[in-house]
């Protein structure tokens, strides 16, 4: 299969929960591809989120989605040591950074602190939790939704985090011919739930 026909069997299945974004979904198996990550920029309720979602199911990667908040740690998003009261041994409870497509939702909500949390699963594909370094999952795409609108209770990504990121990919709303076609699907029932079509990309 070539890259064309890829790129087109990938469209058709997110196609059953997402109306349009050809060029979005080109733009993310591009990132995916070439081992980058990617900033998702628009306002709420644009499919951000789901898109990404359908993008991993649709090519059979493990989905993680982390919700960012003032009040996040990086040990929420990295993991954790515990201590296993059964075994007598400390274990690792490993965070929902370990997935092959992980959305940060909001990412300009969480404090620099936990924004930098990332720093290193982005560049080293690598967590350090507790002095042990751990291998995230390969491939690992990175997905940062922003809404460009917000500036009261965000902060700013520092240029260092920016520079971890190989596009910034601005959504805005769906056009005229396109919230019609939502609209009639949704009345008809056609939005589908999107299923596995690929299978070698995950290791």
Known sequence: MNGKEFLE???????????????????????????????????????????AKSFAHAIGLEFSRIQLTPDLLPADIVGTVYYDQRTSEFKIKKGPI????????????????????????????????????????????????????????????PEAQVDRFMMRIEMGYPDKEEELEMLLRKDKGEFREVKQVFTQLRS
Request: proline share 6%.
């Open 9 to 51: 069997k990938l469209k058709a299945e997110i196609h059953n929960a997402v109306v349009g974004k050809d060029d979005v979904i080109e733009l993310l198996a591009v990132a995916l591809l070439a081992q980058g990550h990617v900033i998702l920029e628009g306002v709420p309720g644009v499919a951000k989120t789901t898109i």
């Open 98 to 157: 370990f997935a092959n497509v992980v959305v940060a939702d909001e990412i300009n909500r969480a404090q620099p602190k936990t924004q930098s949390a990332l720093l290193e699963a982005m560049q080293e594909g690598q967590v350090t939790i507790e002095g042990r370094t751990l291998p995230l999952p390969k491939p690992f795409l990175l997905i940062a939704t922003k809404n460009p609108l917000e500036y009261e209770g965000v902060y700013t990504l």
